[in-house]
């Protein structure tokens, strides 16, 4: 049961199962490691309290993204129709930790085309260009060098 779960996934990941998904149990799946908690979104909305600890949500190992997905079996809020990327979880869950996530993957060079992460608010509209690594969050001032 192994996969390639960045550290930064890691950490994040962990404080979503402490903080924000309740009654997380670990189990495996096809080889992988799944998560199954009440689902965050829909978890409230049954009508019996004995249902309502149902653990309908799912963290799931995405082989091809190299990430954590999120699926809901209930599906009876809009938030958990359909599957979630970590990141849009994390979004959904508390929008703050999420640009945090999001900043921390920046500065590790794994946001934007070719992965599974958006850049940050703070920082969208910076190129990296073929610096690859060496990022700036200003601009340079042309005005002062003329």
């Known amino acids: 049961m192994s996969n390639s779960e960045s550290p930064i996934d890691e950490r994040y990941?962990?404080?979503?199962l402490?903080?924000?998904l309740d009654g997380a149990l670990e189990a495996p799946y096809k080889g992988f490691k799944k998560w199954t908690f009440v689902c965050p979104f829909c978890?409230?909305?049954s009508s019996k309290d004995y249902k309502k600890k149902d653990k309908k949500g799912s963290l799931l190992w995405d082989v091809r993204q190299h990430s954590w997905v999120f699926f809901c079996a209930r599906k009876r809020s809009i938030e958990c129709m359909n599957g979630k990327s970590f990141g849009n979880l994390i979004s959904a869950l508390n929008p703050a930790l999420a640009e945090a996530y999001r900043r921390e993957r920046w500065h590790s060079g794994t946001t934007g085309k070719g992965h599974n992460c958006r850049a940050p608010e703070s920082v969208v509209g910076v190129s990296t260009g073929s610096f690859g690594s060496m990022r700036s969050r200003s601009a340079p001032d042309y005005?002062?060098?003329r």
Not at 13 to 16: D, F, N, P
């Open 13 to 16: 990941r962990l404080l979503l």
């Open 18 to 20: 402490e903080h924000y």
């Open 43 to 45: 978890g409230s909305l």
């Open 143 to 145: 005005a002062t060098n």
